[in-house]
Every structure is written in C-alpha cells, then in structure tokens.
C-alpha cells in the first residue's frame, strides 16, 4: 500500500506539472505596453484674423521693434574720440525688453495667412526691374515652401528670446552678438522671400568688407524700409 501511494503521488506530481508546462505555453504573451500618445497640437483659444497685410505689419510693428535692440548699442565717432553708447539706466532695458518680447510673440504673426501687400498694392521699392520679387511671387515661393517660412519665423523669434534672457542677466555684451543675430535673421529671410538675386552679391561684398578691414565691418543698412 506504501509503494501504491508514493507512486500515485510522483504521478499527481508529474501531471500537474505537465499542466503547468501546457498552461504556459498557451497562454498568450504578454503584449509590451503601448507607447506613449503623441501630444496634441496646442490649440488657440479663439480665431486669429489678420488685419494688415505681411508689407503692413512689418512696416508697422516689426521693423520699428527691431530698433529698440539694433539702437540699444552704438560705436560713434566724435571729434573727442569714439564714444560707445550701451544701455545703462533701467529705462535703457526696459525698452530693449519690449523690443525683444514685441518680437518673440509678433514674429509669430506672420504664421496667420494674411495678403503680402494690401489690395492693389503691387509695386516694388527698388528701381531696378526684376529685383524685388512681387507680393504675388512672394506668395509662390511661401506656398511652394512653407517650411523654410516657419524656419525663417522661429529665427527672428530665437533672436527675440535671446534678447530676453540678456536683459534678464544685463550682459551688455552679448548685446553685439545678438544685434548681429536680428541682422542675419532679417537679411536671410528678405534674401529668400524678398530679393533672392541679391544674395551673391551681399555675400562677396561681405566677405571683401572683411577681407579689408576684418569680421564685424560695418555692412550698409539692408532693411530697405528703416
């Protein structure tokens, strides 16, 4: 009787792990977790209509913005000698600030699909014929392109939240970097949208003023409106 017993127990045994074995291998797999939604795109809290056309808007807010920062620093000759004009009263920062958060949030103002020129208003500013792209053309290349839009948007608004972060620190210094980084900022966006065919020609006149007097040269105005 002892040895029947032990035997069904080693049996038991045996088929309940052969159970076990037959339970793991058909249950199923245990599926990895779902990765991670993607965030959903931000949505504004209201329409956005724009009132002035692309021409308007620079000529009215972005440009002259922009001049709270390219006039916050200045190298000047006088009959006493160079003077450097820095910005060093409250009052000073205080209207580079606005010019750097007026750009950071303005620039994104041209996001919102508006007219490049008002009605009717067609015309170019320089006299040579073919060197200013009209507002229709303009319109071709955004349409053909809209990434290299928004790349040269989130630039100018870069350079804006550069300028922040420098009023916050004072350092006046970094003041000349980033009033070179509004400047290639402008430039590269007017050269790609605005006159393309002038973007050899700035290049080698560039690179000759700095061939005969160094890097930081001082370049002609190219903001064609200021």
Request: glycine letters at 8%.
């Amino acid at each position: 009787m002892l040895n029947i017993g032990v035997g069904r127990r080693v049996a038991m045994r045996s088929g309940l792990a052969i159970c076990a074995g037959l339970t793991l291998c058909c249950s199923p797999a245990k599926s990895a977790p779902p990765a991670a939604a993607a965030p959903a795109p931000q949505q504004l809290w209201g329409d956005m209509k724009p009132v002035v056309s692309v021409k308007e808007l620079m000529r009215d807010m972005i440009d002259p913005i922009a001049d709270n920062i390219f006039d916050a620093i200045a190298i000047v000759d006088t009959p006493h000698g160079t003077v450097q004009h820095v910005p060093k009263t409250d009052e000073d920062w205080d209207k580079i600030r606005i010019g750097a958060v007026t750009l950071a949030e303005g620039a994104y103002l041209l996001k919102v699909p508006r007219p490049f020129a008002p009605a009717g208003d067609d015309k170019t500013l320089s006299p040579v014929e073919g060197e200013e792209l009209s507002p229709a053309q303009i319109q071709a290349k955004l349409d053909k392109d809209p990434v290299l839009w928004n790349a040269k948007i989130e630039a100018l608004r870069n350079v804006g939240l550069e300028v922040m972060e420098i009023v916050r620190t004072k350092k006046v210094d970094e003041l000349w970097d980033a009033s070179d980084n509004l400047d290639a900022a402008c430039e590269n966006c007017h050269v790609a949208f605005w006159y393309p065919g002038e973007g050899k020609l700035l290049k080698g006149l560039d690179n000759k003023l700095e061939g005969l007097f160094g890097k930081g040269a001082p370049r002609p105005d190219r903001s064609r409106g200021r």
